[in-house]
């Protein structure tokens, strides 16, 4: 592709560590089949609890006990509100570093998270959001990805730019799958500095150290 016009990132599992590092270690805690909540997150994943929580469709307690009776269904018990305190991960500072030289350099960006709650703003995550020109939320927007209405407020918050202008980063296929679809390029996010490094090739940027 040509230089794109604008980088879309998601947030947790990007430019925040995984929540999964976290729900595995409570899986492992707890006795529970590795990979358990990754699995009731992809079951039914349009209509499942973590769906409707990021819609916000129900709230914090109404979450608990879908996703707890989801686990049961299955003969396991989990404490939905310890699987809640995982999703707060930390910043990573390539990502962070690797945000402020493409905005420096007038590459337009865009988060898009799906969340549980607004980002708090103003709020500890001031110096990161401030790189973004759209931030997209599931729970400000009722939609979430993978739903293709999603990516498209993105585009439409950008000025109306096709999706062959621009590449998206995200850590979880399901969610670039749509995107690759419509025509942006995608980056799947497993090791950030290997992502950066495929990024900084189509933005003919250094995001990352040789």
Same mark, same amino acid.
């Given at each position: 592709?040509?230089?794109?016009?604008?980088?879309?990132?998601?947030?947790?599992?990007?430019?925040?560590?995984?929540?999964?590092?976290a729900f595995a270690a409570y899986e492992a805690r707890a006795g529970l089949p590795a990979g358990l909540?990754?699995?009731?997150?992809?079951?039914?994943?349009?209509?499942?609890?973590?769906?409707?929580?990021?819609?916000r469709e129900v709230d914090q307690d109404g979450f608990c006990d879908l996703f707890e009776a989801e686990a049961a /269904? *299955?003969?396991?018990?989990?404490? #939905?509100? &310890?699987? %809640? @305190?995982? =999703?707060?991960?930390?910043?990573? $500072?390539?990502?962070?570093? /690797? *945000?402020?030289?493409l905005s420096k #350099?007038? &590459?337009? %960006? @865009?988060? =898009?998270?799906?969340?549980?709650? $607004?980002?708090?703003?103003?709020g500890p995550l001031d110096d990161v959001l401030s790189c973004f020109e759209v931030i997209v939320q599931s729970s400000v927007e009722g939609v979430r990805k993978p739903e293709p209405?999603?990516?498209?407020?993105?585009?439409?918050?950008?000025?109306?730019?096709?999706?062959?202008?621009?590449?998206?980063?995200?850590?979880?296929?399901?969610?670039?799958?749509?995107a690759r679809a419509m025509g942006m390029t995608t980056i799947k996010v497993g090791d950030p500095v290997v992502?950066?490094?495929?990024?900084q090739e189509l933005v003919d940027l250094e995001l990352v150290a040789a």
């Open positions: 592709m040509t230089r794109p016009t604008a980088v879309l990132f998601d947030f947790g599992g990007v430019i925040s560590t995984s929540p999964m590092d909540i990754r699995q009731l997150n992809s079951t039914n994943p349009d209509s499942n609890a973590w769906a409707r929580y990021e819609r /269904a *299955l003969g396991h018990t989990v404490d #939905a509100h &310890v699987v %809640l @305190a995982g =999703l707060h991960g930390d910043l990573r $500072p390539e990502m962070v570093s /690797a *945000l402020q030289t #350099a007038g &590459v337009r %960006l @865009a988060m =898009l998270t799906n969340n549980v709650s $607004p980002i708090e703003q103003p209405a999603f990516y498209e407020r993105a585009l439409e918050r950008l000025g109306g730019l096709a999706p062959t202008e621009v590449v998206f980063l995200d850590d979880l296929g399901i969610n670039l799958k749509p992502a950066l490094r495929e990024l």
